[in-house]
């Protein structure tokens, strides 16, 4: 019944295939832009098992039709210390990254078969379609870099792909440097890469632009991913996809995941805690109920606890799947290298999109006043109760701030964590840093305007701040209510006055001051802007 199952969904996966395949030929391509590689995160990229024997090829990540399965048969692993890389358990198997569309298919749509709901297994696919309509060309313009996202961020067989990937995109390109564009643990991918190879970096790369990277980690995720599991979807199609046990069966061996914890060295606005409602009884027998919090170091013995029986059954034998002190090890160490990874000269520009505006999980707590805890190895089998912070409902906006880099501009985009990657606004903010616009300017009253500032640090005190920018409104003749032959002029003035806390009696003056200039449209139909700020502080 199984074999025949199994044939069942293979005919229906080369059924979907046809129904798929299209053909698309682009209208448009402009040879003056510089080549951009997409980097994705973790689960962002088409996995394939091979077999070493036969050769043949099978997908197993991502897939709807008898995901769990082949999950569990071709894609758990277990961590070799030695080595630094996840093994698959099956011996007969080896994980590859297909190559197709140069590197774009891994990355664009994880389930190509997927007809009906494929939105929900889309990754890259929105910015690659987006991209192509502004004259980028796959295989010019336009890469993909996909990776086995089990393996540890500085994992060097990764490193090594991801250093051929960038020379051969220089070289398609005709010797262009790249702009490269990662999401989420792409971002400390190329922050390792950054650390251990900057001579390369610096050869290859123009600008890096990070979307959603959890740079001090992504603490209420990871706690759940450990002690719960994950789901890669959510409501109905999680039916028929990977269950969030199988995910954290394969998460506990993967080094990718323990590199989210938490980072150790980082002052968090708001600490994570891992926080558990404990009953414990005295040597009189009485029992006491507490709720016991535990920041991110002394979270680690509740980890080892509660997962200390955690094992899975693989070829009719049981297999122990704790937390993984040796990966921890591993990860400790990573995460040290990306504290300290700068940028390797001021030519290369940084940007960071992070997301705001969703309730993220960043405290985890189980057990309640009314039935705590009494057993930390039935922790696995609660549900959790989360603590939110502002971000993108997975990385907190505190983390994916603090790339610790020289940024040209860290941009906040209300949007969630995946569906960050196909929002407007950031199409339009990724346009501009790309020149890909060939328009300096940005429209204001549709989109964001990002605005480079200055500061000149005078003595004794004062301080002196300015911003000045100038951009071109588009205008829209139905909405304009300013007749053509006016000029808008405005200004704005702030005084402010203040002794200092402390005790110290030291004051405090600031005064601000900002005009705008909104002249007459021109024969573009455009109206133009300039804006101008001046901040000035003094301390005495």
């Known amino acids: ?62 897939r709807i039709l008898g995901a769990d399965h082949e999950f569990r048969d071709k894609l758990w692993s277990h961590f070799d210390p030695a080595t630094g890389r996840s093994e698959t358990v099956d011996a007969n198997t080896h994980i590859e990254v ?58 060097q067989g990764t490193l ?32 390792c890469f950054m650390s251990l190879h900057s001579d390369i970096f610096e050869k290859y790369v123009k600008n890096w632009i990070a979307i959603a990277a959890p740079f001090r980690g992504a603490p209420g995720y990871v706690t759940s991913a450990f002690l719960n599991g994950s789901s890669f979807v959510e409501g109905w199609k999680q039916n028929f996809f990977i269950s969030k046990w199988s995910m954290q069966q394969l998460l506990l061996e993967c080094p990718s995941i323990y590199e989210l914890m938490a980072c150790l060295d980082f002052k968090w ?19 006491t109920v507490t709720l016991e919090s535990y920041p991110p170091v002394e979270a680690i ?141 940005y429209n204001p009253v549709n989109d964001y305007v990002v605005l480079p500032s200055a500061a000149i640090e005078m003595e004794r005190g004062l301080k002196v701040s300015y911003v000045r920018e100038e951009w071109d409104i588009i205008t829209d003749e139905e909405n304009n209510n300013m007749g053509k032959d006016v000029v808008l002029v405005g200004s704005i003035d702030v005084a402010v006055a203040r002794i200092a806390g402390g005790g110290g009696g030291e004051s405090m003056e600031e005064a601000h001051h900002a005009s705008f200039k909104v002249e007459q449209e021109n024969e573009e139909g455009k109206k133009h802007v300039e804006l101008n700020v001046v901040s000035i502080s003094t301390t005495a």
């Open 1 to 62: 019944m199984a074999v025949l199952l199994e044939d069942i969904v293979k005919s229906v996966e080369q059924l979907l295939k046809l129904i798929s395949k299209k053909t698309q030929e682009q209208s448009y391509v402009d040879p003056t832009l510089d080549p951009v590689l997409f980097v994705p995160g973790i689960a962002g990229s088409i996995l394939n098992a091979v077999d070493s024997k036969t050769g043949n090829t099978e997908r197993v990540w991502v």
């Open 98 to 155: 297909p190559q197709d569309r140069h590197g774009l298919y891994a990355i664009d749509t994880l389930d190509p078969d997927m007809v009906i709901g494929s939105d929900c297994v889309y990754y890259f696919h929105d910015m690659i379609v987006e991209f192509i309509n502004w004259g980028y060309q796959e295989g010019t313009t336009l890469f993909g870099f996909g990776y086995d996202f089990r393996q540890s961020n500085r994992f």
């Open 160 to 191: 090594d792909r991801l250093a051929s990937k960038l020379e051969s995109v220089y070289t398609a390109s005709g010797g262009k440097k790249i702009n490269i564009i990662s999401h989420s643990m792409g971002g400390l991918l190329i922050k």
């Open 269 to 287: 606005e708001n600490v994570p805690l891992v926080e558990i409602w404990r009953q414990k009884s005295d040597d009189d027998g009485n029992t």
């Open 301 to 441: 013995q509740i980890f080892t606890e509660a997962l200390s029986i955690n094992k899975v059954c693989y070829n009719g034998a049981d297999v122990a799947v704790p937390f993984n002190i040796e990966i921890l090890k591993w990860a400790n160490e990573t995460r040290k290298l990306l504290s300290s990874a700068q940028l390797p000269n001021e030519e290369i520009k940084f940007y960071n999109i992070y997301g705001t505006n969703n309730e993220t999980p960043h405290c985890v707590c189980y057990g309640s006043e009314n039935a705590p805890v009494t057993d930390l190895r039935a922790v696995p089998t609660l549900q959790a109760k989360y603590v939110y912070v502002d971000g993108d409902g997975t990385v907190p906006a505190e983390s994916a701030k603090g790339d610790g880099l020289r940024a040209e501009a860290r941009v906040g985009v209300s949007g969630d964590h995946r569906g960050i990657l196909c929002d407007r606004h950031v199409f339009r903010i990724v346009k501009h840093w790309l020149n890909a616009d060939h328009d300096p300017f």
